[in-house]
């Protein structure tokens, strides 16, 4: 059974930048068929897709973070990760990774998601 | 980018009724849409992909319609286990999620 799981560092200072590791299990991230991906929920509003990325490294990414955002993967680790540099608190969200069918269309597996906070 | 506006954004509903969520895009994207239903403190929940085709293992009181730019998800007999947030998501081009639908107990 397919299971991702989110870690990070915890808290995060403004200006800094937030890193965040998926780590897969019961599954290969190097599936020909998947993507991985990353999105975000501010505390009591809706969902934004971040980033997503292919096994070989090909990469999509949000055109109002692309800026700030750096996905990658790990397949000696099956994992992948995101950094996002020059957080504020508009940043602070529960961060979710999944795994994206279809080319990276939706996503049918979820972690079950980590509370980054931006404070000083 | 792909605007996607949900209606309503709330719906107070009683176990049983007949409940139906409407996503429209702001230009066309076929197929190209995803529902999700969300509950406090959990992730996401894949219901349906491509408009129409049901995720596996989602009941079939669960089913979506449309293309182009309108969408609606449809919940036959709502259910206990059904009063959740509902999330569209086009992925025509990049993803853009809809607002979100919270539908209530009456």
């Known amino acids: 059974q397919l299971q991702l799981q989110e870690s990070g560092p915890g808290p995060v200072k403004p200006s800094d930048t937030l890193s965040l590791t998926c780590t897969v299990s019961g599954g290969s991230i190097s599936s020909s068929s998947d993507y991985w991906g990353w999105i975000r929920q501010p505390p009591g509003k809706g969902l934004e897709w971040i980033a997503s990325i292919y096994y070989s490294g090909r990469t999509y990414y949000n055109p109002s973070l692309k800026s700030r955002v750096t996905i990658s993967v790990d397949t000696s680790k099956n994992q992948f990760s995101l950094k996002l540099t020059s957080v504020t608190a508009a940043d602070t969200a529960v961060y979710y990774c999944a795994r994206l069918m279809s080319s990276g269309s939706y996503g049918d597996h979820w972690g079950r998601g980590t509370l980054v906070t931006v404070s000083s | 980018d792909i605007q996607m506006t949900q209606s309503p954004s709330t719906l107070s509903a009683s176990v049983g009724d007949r409940v139906t969520i409407t996503c429209r895009a702001s230009?066309?994207?076929?197929?190209?849409l995803a529902w999700y239903q969300q509950k406090p403190g959990k992730a996401p929940k894949l219901l349906i992909y491509?408009?129409?085709s049901l995720e596996s293992g989602v009941p079939s009181r669960f089913s979506g319609i449309g293309s182009g730019t309108e969408f609606t998800l449809t919940i036959s007999s709502l259910q206990p286990d059904d009063f959740a947030t509902y999330y569209c998501?086009?992925?025509?081009?990049?993803?853009?999620f809809g607002q979100g639908t919270k539908v209530e107990i009456k």
């Open positions: 491509k408009a129409s």
């Open positions: 998501q086009q992925y025509d081009s990049n993803w853009t």
């Open positions: 230009q066309s994207i076929s197929n190209w």
